[in-house]
């Protein structure tokens, strides 16, 4: 993309010498003769280089360049200025001025420093799309999931996230805790600090204690040098402390040190040190049992259970299923570069109706292994073999009374009713590739009954993102 450039002088003969040294496709060149019509224009059009006399008669080149600056800050101003105003160049670089040249230039002075110009811009570019890029790994947004359940997690980040408060995330294993906290401190005024995780699960009292309060040089054996603490290296961000629930008592005390009186000593010192961080906690232990039987502390309980967050397991929230696996689907595509395009619906009623004790860690793995597995460019019931279980029994009371009796009947009815026709959709689909006019075509049904079936039993084809090779007549 060509580089807008904007010339404002007075004297028609300069505006038409820096056309002719900016001429090339490199550059599009625009030109004003006063400060107003060169502010109207800037206005009104997007340059990225404004060339900017100081010297005009009516609004000066200062106010100009105080006014462009004022409204559109990204906008590089290189002044031009007589050779006695050095003094006004100065004033000008203070303002905001890219940079200033001294009348009269030759061609490669502009144009070099109009390239400086224009690199700098293309590096400021770059590190904020790399920087967007790293923020929008952990924006909330990237939780996938839409049901009541998530949304209630999306409702208690964005009212935490912005407070100090500590928070504590509850939750079986793989449901997406650290994803939350991720999102609590990357939606928190602390985001262009540190966010630092300590596992606490995995590693003995001395080390945990040494990992999170630091170490002098000496304090035991193996410890040759002074270590940083990560309440130190989380000054100012946030520290997530991960498997809560295994901290051993002694170091569960040290802990309630610090929440209290936000000051540390790194194991060995004899000094304290000052700590400013926001402590983000996360169990898949159930820390009140815990204190019941006198393996938590209560107070340290209390301190951290401020603002709870509980992370819903997956089988509590099946209709987030869907889409989870397109997205993992789409991720993995991307990493294999293998163009798997959809999930049969046997498959995606195979993942629908497994109860995932692994949650989403479970359904990621379980996808990433059906893509590998994948022949043709559909996952199918074949490729989900390690999950597939066998049907649950129908789980029919057993009546004691008549009316009992009628009731059950009732409902046994109605479910075997509903089982044969969610097979026959199920069945249809798979035997026509996922194709809804085939299915439909196939069984003599008109095509918005079948889908009406389908959409009885929340049977959906392919994520329309990823759908290609199926045109929907409307
Ligand atoms: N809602 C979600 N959307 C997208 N990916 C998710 C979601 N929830 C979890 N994941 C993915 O599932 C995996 C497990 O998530 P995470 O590590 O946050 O779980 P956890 O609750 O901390 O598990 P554990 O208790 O085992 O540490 C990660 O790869 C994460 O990216
Ligand atoms: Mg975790």
Same mark, same amino acid.
Request: proline residues 4%; contains cysteine; negative net charge.
């Given at each position: 993309?060509?580089?807008?450039?904007?010339?404002?002088?007075?004297?028609?003969?300069?505006?038409?010498?820096?056309?002719?040294?900016?001429?090339?496709?490199?550059?599009?060149?625009?030109?004003?003769?006063?400060?107003?019509?060169?502010?109207?224009?800037?206005?009104?059009?997007?340059?990225?280089?404004?060339?900017?006399?100081?010297?005009?008669?009516?609004?000066?080149?200062?106010?100009?360049?105080?006014?462009?600056?004022?409204?559109?800050?990204?906008?590089?101003?290189?002044?031009?200025?007589?050779?006695?105003?050095?003094?006004?160049?100065?004033?000008?670089?203070?303002?905001?001025?890219?940079?200033?040249?001294?009348?009269?230039?030759?061609?490669?002075?502009?144009?070099?420093?109009?390239?400086?110009?224009?690199?700098?811009?293309?590096?400021?570019?770059?590190?904020?799309?790399?920087?967007?890029?790293?923020?929008?790994?952990?924006?909330?947004?990237?939780?996938?999931?839409?049901?009541?359940?998530?949304?209630?997690?999306?409702?208690?980040?964005?009212?935490?996230?912005?407070?100090?408060?500590?928070?504590?995330?509850?939750?079986?294993?793989?449901?997406?805790?650290?994803?939350?906290?991720?999102?609590?401190?990357?939606?928190?005024?602390r985001k262009d600090n540190s966010f630092v995780t300590v596992d606490c699960a995995t590693l003995s009292?001395?080390?945990?204690?040494?990992?999170?309060?630091?170490?002098?040089?000496?304090?035991?054996?193996?410890?040759?040098?002074?270590?940083?603490?990560?309440?130190?290296?989380?000054?100012?961000?946030?520290?997530?402390?991960?498997?809560?629930?295994?901290?051993?008592?002694?170091?569960?005390?040290?802990?309630?040190?610090?929440?209290?009186?936000?000051?540390?000593?790194?194991?060995?010192?004899?000094?304290?040190?000052?700590? %400013? !961080? &926001?402590? /983000?906690?996360? @169990?898949?232990?159930?820390?009140?049992? +815990?204190?019941? *039987?006198?393996?938590? =502390?209560?107070?340290?309980?209390?301190?951290?259970?401020?603002?709870?967050?509980?992370?819903?397991?997956?089988?509590?929230?099946?209709?987030?299923?869907?889409?989870?696996?397109?997205?993992?689907?789409?991720?993995f595509c991307n990493e294999l570069a293998k163009p798997v395009s959809g999930i049969s619906a046997g498959?995606?009623?195979?993942?629908?109706?497994?109860?995932?004790?692994? %949650? !989403? &860690?479970? /359904?990621?793995? @379980?996808?990433?292994?059906?893509?590998? +597995?994948?022949? *043709?460019?559909?996952? =199918?019931?074949?490729?989900?073999?390690?999950?597939?279980?066998?049907?649950?029994?129908?789980?029919?009371?057993?009546?004691?009374?008549?009316?009992?009796?009628?009731?059950?009947?009732?409902?046994?009815?109605?479910?075997?009713v509903e089982d044969v026709e969610k097979m026959f959709v199920l069945e249809t689909l798979r035997r026509?590739?996922?194709?809804?006019?085939?299915?439909?075509?196939?069984?003599?049904?008109?095509?918005?009954?079948?889908?009406?079936?389908?959409?009885?039993?929340?049977?959906?084809?392919?994520?329309?993102?990823?759908?290609?090779?199926?045109?929907?007549?409307?």
């Amino acid at each position: 993309m060509s580089a807008r450039i904007l010339i404002v002088d007075d004297e028609e003969i300069v505006i038409r010498s820096c056309r002719r040294i900016l001429d090339g496709d490199e550059y599009l060149v625009d030109s004003a003769q006063s400060g107003q019509e060169a502010l109207r224009k800037v206005d009104e059009s997007d340059y990225d280089i404004v060339v900017l006399d100081i010297m005009m008669p009516g609004m000066d080149g200062l106010e100009v360049l105080q006014q462009v600056k004022e409204q559109h800050p990204g906008v590089d101003v290189i002044m031009v200025t007589g050779l006695s105003q050095i003094k006004t160049a100065v004033q000008a670089m203070k303002l905001g001025a890219f940079d200033y040249l001294p009348k009269p230039f030759d061609p490669d002075e502009l144009k070099h420093v109009v390239e400086r110009a224009l690199e700098r811009r293309r590096l400021l570019e770059e590190n904020r799309s790399l920087k967007s890029e790293v923020d929008s790994k952990y924006r909330f947004e990237n939780i996938i999931g839409s049901s009541p359940a998530m949304q209630g997690v999306y409702r208690l980040i964005a009212k935490c996230a912005p407070t100090n408060s500590t928070v504590l995330i509850t939750g079986e294993s793989g449901t997406g805790k650290e994803m939350i906290a991720r999102a609590i401190h990357y939606n928190s005024l602390r985001k262009d600090n540190s966010f630092v995780t300590v596992d606490c699960a995995t590693l003995s009292e001395h080390l945990l204690e040494s990992e999170l309060f630091g170490h002098v040089k000496g304090s035991f054996t193996g410890a040759v040098a002074n270590k940083r603490g990560m309440f130190e290296v989380a000054n100012n961000g946030t520290l997530f402390l991960d498997e809560f629930g295994n901290i051993p008592l002694a170091t569960q005390a040290k802990l309630l040190r610090v929440i209290q009186e936000r000051e540390f000593r790194a194991v060995g010192s004899t000094s304290t040190q000052q700590t %400013n !961080v &926001r402590l /983000l906690t996360a @169990t898949n232990k159930d820390l009140k049992a +815990l204190v019941a *039987d006198g393996s938590f =502390r209560e107070d340290l309980y209390y301190r951290i259970n401020v603002f709870p967050i509980h992370s819903p397991a997956l089988r509590d929230r099946r209709e987030d299923i869907p889409a989870l696996a397109f997205h993992f689907l789409k991720v993995f595509c991307n990493e294999l570069a293998k163009p798997v395009s959809g999930i049969s619906a046997g498959a995606m009623s195979v993942l629908m109706n497994h109860d995932w004790p692994g %949650n !989403v &860690r479970e /359904l990621e793995n @379980t996808v990433h292994r059906a893509a590998i +597995l994948a022949t *043709d460019n559909i996952i =199918r019931q074949s490729d989900l073999a390690s999950i597939v279980s066998p049907a649950p029994a129908p789980d029919l009371d057993v009546p004691r009374t008549s009316d009992d009796l009628k009731r059950v009947k009732k409902i046994a009815r109605e479910k075997s009713v509903e089982d044969v026709e969610k097979m026959f959709v199920l069945e249809t689909l798979r035997r026509n590739d996922s194709n809804v006019t085939r299915s439909a075509q196939e069984t003599g049904m008109q095509r918005s009954n079948f889908q009406a079936l389908m959409k009885k039993y929340n049977i959906r084809v392919r994520d329309t993102e990823l759908d290609s090779d199926e045109t929907e007549p409307t």
